[in-house]
Nanobody, 120 residues
Framework: VQLVESGGGLVQPGGSLRLSCVAS????????MSWARQTPKKGLEWVSNIYSDGRIAYADSIEDRFTISRDNAKNTVYLQMNNLKPEDTAVYYCGAGNNWSTGLNAVDYWGRGTQVIVSS
């Protein structure tokens, strides 16, 4: 299984970014896909899951600012991030896994991550 994230970078507070994750080596349409983020202070923090049946879950800390979506034809999962805040600064990881768990427990495989920096 290979998960490759892209789309990170430097953005000003209030700005937007869209992260992408292309998956290979797995049955993408049958897999739950996830986003998580990591900082030295908070460790690994779950952000969102999108399941193969379309169910979606978000962490409360996201406050409706992020939107997860998937394109099964492209084996790609996205994370649209709006109204970004400095506290969103982190390495963002894409995950793939099972449909019967919640949060980080749904992840069996991880990508290498993409850095997001929110700063003026």
């Amino acid at each position: 299984v290979q998960l490759v994230e892209s789309g990170g970078g430097l953005v000003q507070p209030g700005g937007s970014l869209r992260l992408s994750c292309v998956a290979s080596g797995l049955a993408f349409s049958s897999s739950a896909m996830s986003w998580a983020r990591q900082t030295p202070k908070k460790g690994l923090e779950w952000v969102s899951n999108i399941y193969s049946d379309g169910r979606i879950a978000y962490a409360d800390s996201i406050e409706d600012r992020f939107t997860i979506s998937r394109d099964n034809a492209k084996n790609t999962v996205y994370l649209q991030m709006n109204n970004l805040k400095p506290e969103d600064t982190a390495v963002y990881y894409c995950g793939a896994g099972n449909n019967w768990s919640t949060g980080l427990n749904a992840v069996d495989y991880w990508g290498r991550g993409t850095q997001v920096i929110v700063s003026s």
